[in-house]
């Protein structure tokens, strides 16, 4: 048995002071990191209560509840900085990848403190793929959101297709991995051939507004 919130507090004490002496986007990505531990932590309790409610075992959890759950609260954070703030494309993306870095970071370490990290294929796994994996999701809900509202699309239906598209990307991920054999290893390719696809628009895209 592991004390999450323990964890947590370990881990945001150190990144809540360095706030204190940093500014600009090194302070956004740092609050940001901070917002996307406690998504995971209250992601963990709600997915818990409905398993717990609903009798589903584990492994269906993962496929059909964890993905909508930690998708949703990864989302919510970015919506109220994007309606809020009304920030800058870039600056969206950077709180993005905050988010997802933290709440893959903090899962992993979780995961690692619950099970142990004698086996070098599972801490691969959980770097590779599954940490991977949760930032590639969020990312994805966030440029879906720069793009609509580029062009003037941004509405509550254009919101939930970005985020049904973040949803079926972590559903799918985790559908793969269920089931060992080739389909496993297919599920942990996944996370970083996407990020790779799609890092390569997004620097083309960078370089030519920069």
Known sequence: ???AENILLCIAIPLIISCLFTRGATRRFLLSFL???????????????INAASGMGARDTAIFISPVVEETMK???????LFLLEPEDDDLIL???GIGTGFAIYENCCYILS????????IMIRGLAVGVMHIVS?????MGLTIFRRFNALSAASIMGALALS?????LYNLLV????????????????????MYLPYRKLYLREH
């Open 35 to 49: 917002t996307g531990m406690g998504v995971c932590l209250l992601a963990a309790y709600i997915s818990g209560f």
């Open 75 to 81: 989302m919510m954070p970015i919506l109220f900085y």
């Open 115 to 122: 099970v142990g990290a004698g086996s070098m294929s599972f």
């Open 1 to 3: 048995m592991i004390y």
């Open 138 to 142: 969020v990312l994805a809900l966030a």
């Open 95 to 97: 709180s993005a990848a």
């Open 167 to 171: 949803m079926t990307f972590h559903g």
């Open 178 to 197: 269920s089931q060992p054999g080739i389909t496993s290893y297919i599920g942990y390719i996944l996370p970083m051939l996407t990020a790779v696809l």
